[in-house]
C-alpha cells in the first residue's frame, strides 16, 4: 500500500476529508449530516493517513490518545444537555443564543455542541480501533 | 427554532413550569459517572490522579443516590422527561422505591469496588483503564435502574456491557480472553433478545415509556403477541441474570478477572437483570406473568438447587462463588414466580442482600488468595492463625449467603418461605430451604479448610503449616497501607450485619418498592400527571 | 409489504442461527451480525412500512401535511445499528486476540478458563 503516489496524496486526501467531514457535521442540524456520519468520515480520513503513513505518524498527527479524544466528546456531550440546569428546564432541553460574529448572526446551540460530541466520540473510538487494527497487519 | 418568526403553542408538546432541582437528583447519576468516567479515561495515564477523581466521583455518585433515595421515601415516584418533551414522546427517567433502592446499593458496592482496586490493581491495569470502565459501568447500572423507557434501558444495558467486557479483559491472560469470549458472545444474544422483544412490543402497542406500557397492556389485557413478547423478555432477562439453564457464561467467565472486577460483576450484573424482569413481568405485563407463573416457579427451583450443587463440587474459591450467585439468583425469582407484594419485596430484599455479600465474599476471598497463595480449597489452610480478623468477617458473611440468622441473608428468605407457604407452593418453599442448608455446607466447608484446619492438604492433624510469605497481606508495593482492602469489606459486612440486626427499614422500602410494581398507580401519575 | 418483509426477517434469523451454531468463533460472529441486521429490520417493519413520505413538516405549517412515514423506528434502528456496530468491532478484536493467544477458533478447544478433569474438592470434613 506504500506507494509514493498513495503516500504522496493521502495527506492531502486526508485534509480534505477532515473539511468534509467538519462540514458534514455542522449542515446535519436541519439537513442530511450530523456528528455520526461526520465522525466516520473523519475516522476514515485517519485510517487513510495510517495506511499510508504508518500508524506511529497517524497517532502523532493527532495529539491525543484516540480513546482520550473520545472521552472529552463524550464530555461535551454530557456537558451540553447541562447548561438547561441553569433555566430550570429538564435535561437536554436545548438552549439557543444568537451572537454577532463579524457583523454575521451565527446561532449557537447546545445540540450543537452535542453534535459535535458525538462527532469526537465516533472519531475517537473508531479511530482507536482502526489504528489497533492497522497496527496488527504491518507486525 | 431560533430565527423564524412563526409562534407555537409548545405547551402542548412540552412542560413549559420550571423543574425543581430535586428532580435532577434522577438523571445526576447518570451524568456524574459520565462526566468522572470521561476524566479518569483522560488522565488514565496518571496513576494516581486518575484513581482519586475516580473515587472522588463515585463518592458523589453514592451521596446523589442517598438523596434521591430519601427523596423517593418522601414524595413518592419522581420523573424527569428528557428535552421537556411531554411523555409519551420524551424519554422519560421514573424513579421509585425499588429503581432508586437498587442503585443506591450499586454505588456503594462500586465505591466499595473503586477502594479496593486502589491498591489490589496494579499501574498497568490503571493505565489500561479500570476507573473509566467501572464509572461508565456505573451510568449503565444506574441508567438502567433509574429510566423509565424500554428502550432507553436497552441502551443503558449495552453501555454496562461494553464497559463489563473491558473490565473482564483487563490483565490480557488466557484464561480471561477465554472467559471473555463466552461471556461477550451469549450476553450478546441475550440483549438481543431484549431488543427483539421491544421491538415487537412496539409494533404492538406503539409505545416505549414503561407507564404508557403498562397502561396500555393492562386495557389490552392477556393477548396471543403480548404472552410471546413476554417469554421473549423473560428468556432475554433470564440469560442476564444467570437462571438456569442460560446461566452458562456465569462460572465459566467469572473467576478469570481480577478478584475486584469479579466483586463488582458478581455483585451487580446478575441483579440488573433481575431488575429488569421485575419491571417488565411484574410491572408492565402482569397477566402475563401470572400465566408464565409455574414455568418461572420450575426455573427458580432449578436455579437455586443447580447452583447450589455446583458450588459443593468446587474445589477453586471463585468459581464456587459464582455458582453461589447463581443460586442466589434461584431464589428471587421464586419471588417474582410468586408474585404477591411479600414475595416480590423478599425478591427486592435479598437482591440488595445478594448484591452486597457477593461483593463481599469475592473480596474477602481476594484477601484469602493473597495471604495464602491460591484460590484452591485444597491448598487453603491456616488462615485462622494469619488473621482472625478475616476469619470472622468470612464467617459472617458465609452464613449471611446461607440465610442464617442474625445476618442479612435470613429475613428475604422467611418473607420468600412464607409467602410460598401462604400460596401453598410447598415445594417452592422446600426447595429454598434445601439451598440455604446446602449453601450452608458449602461456605462452611471452606471456612473449615482455609481458616480452620492448620494448613494446606498434607498438613498432620493439629500441626500447622507457616504460610508462603508467612501468611502476611502483600498487596501492591511492599509496605504500603492495606486499609484500603479493609474499610471496603468492612463497610459491606457492617450493612450485612446491620440488615441483619435492624430489618425493619430495608422490609419498608422494599415492600413500598414491590407494590409499586403490583399497583402502579403513582408511577403512572408521577409521568403523566394527577389525571391519570 | 409488511408480509414480505416477516418472510425476509425469518429467513435473516434462520440463516444467523445456524451460524451461530457453528463451533468456529468467525461463524458465530457472522451469524450475530447477520441476527443483528434481522432484528433491526424487525423494529423497522414492526413501526410500519409507507413509502416515500419523509416526515419532515413544511416551513408553512404546524403539523406535517398527511400521514408519514415513522420516524421513530429508525431512529431506534440507527441507535441500534451503531451498537450492535460497536460490539462487533470490538469482538472481533477480541476474536483475533483469542486466536493469537490459544490458537485456535473452535470453541470445544476453548478449555483455558474451564480445565477438563479438573480435581474434586476434598472430600468429607
Known amino acids: 500500500m506504500r506507494t509514493v503516489i498513495f503516500r504522496t496524496f493521502a495527506p492531502f486526501i486526508t485534509a480534505l476529508m477532515v473539511l468534509f467531514s467538519i462540514f458534514v457535521l455542522l449542515r446535519g442540524h436541519n439537513e442530511p449530516g450530523g456528528g455520526f456520519i461526520g465522525g466516520l468520515i473523519a475516522a476514515s480520513a485517519l485510517a487513510i493517513y495510517g495506511i499510508s503513513a504508518g500508524v506511529g505518524p497517524a497517532r502523532r498527527a493527532l495529539k491525543a490518545h484516540p480513546m482520550s479524544i473520545a472521552a472529552f466528546g463524550l464530555l461535551l456531550a454530557a456537558l451540553s444537555g447541562l447548561l438547561s440546569l441553569f433555566t430550570r428546564q429538564a435535561f437536554m432541553t436545548s438552549q439557543w443564543v444568537t451572537i454577532d460574529f463579524l457583523g454575521v448572526a451565527v446561532d449557537l446551540s447546545t445540540p450543537m455542541f452535542f453534535d459535535i460530541g458525538v462527532y469526537l466520540v465516533v472519531v475517537g473510538a473508531i479511530g482507536s480501533i482502526a489504528l489497533a487494527l492497522e497496527e496488527r497487519e504491518s507486525d | ?532 | 409489504m409488511e408480509a414480505g418483509f416477516s418472510v425476509l426477517i425469518g429467513l435473516f434469523f434462520a440463516v444467523g442461527v445456524y451460524l451461530m451454531l457453528s463451533r468456529h468463533i468467525v461463524h458465530i460472529l457472522i451469524g450475530i451480525t447477520i441476527l443483528g441486521n434481522a432484528v433491526n429490520m424487525l423494529i423497522f417493519t414492526a413501526g410500519r412500512l409507507t413509502r416515500e413520505v419523509p416526515p419532515v413538516i413544511p416551513p408553512d405549517l404546524y403539523v406535517p401535511a398527511g400521514a408519514t412515514a415513522n420516524p421513530l423506528p429508525q431512529a431506534l434502528v440507527l441507535t441500534a445499528i451503531v451498537i450492535s456496530f460497536s460490539f462487533f468491532a470490538f469482538l472481533l478484536v477480541l476474536a483475533f486476540r483469542t486466536y493469537q493467544e490459544l490458537g485456535t477458533d473452535d470453541v470445544n478447544e476453548m478449555r483455558v478458563a474451564e480445565p477438563k478433569g479438573e480435581a474434586l474438592p476434598p472430600q468429607g470434613y
Open chain 2, 1 to 532: 427554532m431560533a430565527g423564524s418568526s412563526t409562534t407555537v403553542d409548545i405547551a402542548q408538546a412540552m412542560f413549559t413550569e420550571p423543574v425543581a432541582f430535586a428532580d435532577w437528583l434522577v438523571i445526576a447519576p447518570s451524568i456524574l459517572t459520565i462526566i468522572g468516567g470521561t476524566l479518569c479515561l483522560i488522565t488514565r495515564k496518571q496513576t494516581t490522579l486518575a484513581p482519586k477523581l475516580g473515587l472522588f466521583f463515585l463518592g458523589l455518585l453514592v451521596l446523589n443516590n442517598v438523596m434521591l433515595l430519601a427523596e423517593v421515601l418522601k414524595r413518592g415516584v419522581i420523573t424527569m422527561v428528557m428535552g421537556n418533551w411531554l411523555p409519551p414522546f420524551g424519554i422519560a427517567f421514573t424513579v421509585d422505591a425499588l429503581g432508586a433502592t437498587l442503585a443506591l446499593v450499586a454505588a456503594i458496592v462500586a465505591f466499595s469496588a473503586g477502594l479496593y482496586a486502589s491498591i489490589t490493581i496494579d499501574s498497568s491495569g490503571k493505565r489500561y483503564g479500570f476507573y473509566p470502565f467501572l464509572l461508565l459501568m456505573m451510568t449503565g447500572a444506574n441508567g438502567a435502574f433509574l429510566t423509565g423507557d424500554i428502550f432507553n434501558m436497552y441502551v443503558w444495558f449495552e453501555v454496562l456491557l461494553i464497559s463489563s467486557y473491558g473490565l473482564l479483559v483487563l490483565g490480557n491472560d488466557r484464561a480471561q480472553l477465554d472467559g471473555t469470549v463466552k461471556y461477550g458472545i451469549l450476553n450478546l444474544i441475550g440483549t438481543n433478545l431484549f431488543l427483539i422483544a421491544t421491538g415487537l412490543l412496539y409494533g404492538q402497542l406503539g409505545t416505549l415509556n414503561m407507564a404508557d406500557i403498562t397502561m396500555k397492556v393492562r386495557e389490552s389485557g392477556v393477548s396471543g403477541p403480548l404472552m410471546t413478547i413476554a417469554v421473549l423478555y423473560f428468556l432475554a432477562f433470564a440469560m442476564k441474570a444467570a437462571a438456569f439453564p442460560v446461566n452458562f457464561w456465569l462460572p465459566s467467565s467469572y473467576h478469570t478477572p481480577r478478584i475486584v472486577v469479579a466483586a463488582v460483576f458478581a455483585g451487580l450484573l446478575t441483579k440488573v437483570g433481575v431488575y429488569a424482569l421485575l419491571r417488565t413481568l411484574v410491572m408492565l405485563m402482569p397477566a402475563a406473568r401470572t400465566e408464565l407463573a409455574e414455568i418461572i416457579a420450575w426455573v427458580a427451583a432449578l436455579t437455586m438447587l443447580t447452583g447450589v450443587i455446583g458450588a459443593l463440587a468446587q474445589s477453586d474459591l471463585r468459581r464456587m462463588l459464582g455458582y453461589l450467585v447463581i443460586s442466589g439468583i434461584g431464589s428471587m425469582l421464586a419471588g417474582i414466580a410468586m408474585g404477591s407484594v411479600l414475595a416480590l419485596s423478599g425478591t427486592v430484599f435479598y437482591a440488595v442482600h445478594s448484591i452486597l455479600v457477593m461483593t463481599a465474599l469475592y473480596m474477602a476471598a481476594g484477601l484469602m488468595a493473597a495471604m495464602a497463595g491460591s484460590y484452591d480449597l485444597r491448598r487453603l489452610g491456616g488462615l485462622y492463625g494469619a488473621s482472625p480478623v478475616l476469619a470472622g468477617v468470612f464467617l459472617v458473611l458465609a452464613l449471611a449467603v446461607a440465610g442464617l440468622p442474625p445476618f442479612s441473608g435470613f429475613w428475604p428468605k422467611v418473607m420468600l418461605v412464607d409467602a410460598a407457604l401462604t400460596l401453598g407452593w410447598n415445594w417452592l418453599a422446600a426447595s429454598i430451604l434445601v439451598t440455604g442448608f446446602l449453601t450452608s455446607l458449602a461456605v462452611g466447608r471452606v471456612w473449615i479448610y482455609a481458616f480452620w484446619r492448620g494448613g494446606p492438604e498434607g498438613t498432620v492433624d493439629g500441626g500447622s503449616v507457616s504460610l508462603p510469605g508467612g501468611g502476611v497481606l502483600t498487596l501492591g508495593a511492599q509496605g504500603q497501607s492495606t486499609a484500603a482492602v479493609w474499610v471496603p469489606i468492612g463497610i459491606l459486612t457492617a450493612l450485612v450485619i446491620l440488615f441483619g440486626l435492624q430489618p425493619e427499614w430495608m422490609m419498608e422500602v422494599s415492600s413500598r418498592g414491590a407494590s409499586g410494581l403490583v399497583d402502579p398507580v403513582g408511577y403512572l401519575r408521577s409521568v403523566f400527571g394527577g389525571g391519570a
